[in-house]
């Protein structure tokens, strides 16, 4: 019997290949506004993004705040005066055409879902970007439900991110639930924060920086998934 009976997926860079589709989009961002497309304004978006990303994560500031502020913050750099809102449509009009998925994404969903797994996505993210991605992929199929924090109200790693889940889901026994991501801020630090056991999905084989949440699980490769729910059924 196996120990785990329902799976929450996140979705971006552990199903969907966020960093190719993310690169597309805002080159298409950078062409348009004739800025050189370098290393150097890559990593400026990437710093200001991801900073605006750790300060949700945080409770800090709302997911609109992120979103109307990224790209007004990021062509300032460079002396641009723009609508941040504005340029936010155009890249999530480009966003929302990425749907490369990640290697062995297919072969794992197809196995589990021979199984009797439960699967579902728990992502961070806009619904109408994250149901077109995974619709694109022809992904969408295998899960029971989407779980998106635009449309529940909250974050991960926000504790009641997961208690929607549960309450969604009626479930009583968390030993249950298994949540897989790549993201130890918010994909681990939310299952550790409602104690649920989770995979931390580490394919660049990361270092942990010192007083990272430590996930029960870490993989390199997502057939590795199959290989623990066969060590712990």
Known sequence: MNKYKHIIFDL????LDFQDSEEKALKQIISQYELPYNKQTIACYKRINDGLWYQLEAGLISREDVLTTRFLLFLKEFQIDENGAKVEAIYREYLNQGHKAITHAHELLNALSKQDYKL??????VGKTQRKRLGDAKLQGYFEHLFISEEIGYE???????YYIF????????????????????????AINV??????FNSKR??????SPKSTY??????QVMDLLEEYS
């Open 12 to 15: 971006d860079d552990t199903i």
């Open 120 to 125: 579902y996505i728990g992502t961070n993210g």
């Open 156 to 162: 991960k790693p926000n504790p009641h991110f997961f």
């Open 167 to 190: 309450d969604a889901l009626h479930i009583s026994r968390k030993e249950e639930l298994l949540m897989i991501g790549d993201r130890l801020t918010s994909d681990i630090q939310g």
């Open 195 to 200: 104690g649920i056991d989770c995979v931390w």
């Open 206 to 211: 990361s270092m942990p920086k010192s007083g």
């Open 218 to 223: 870490t993989i390199q490769n997502l057939m």
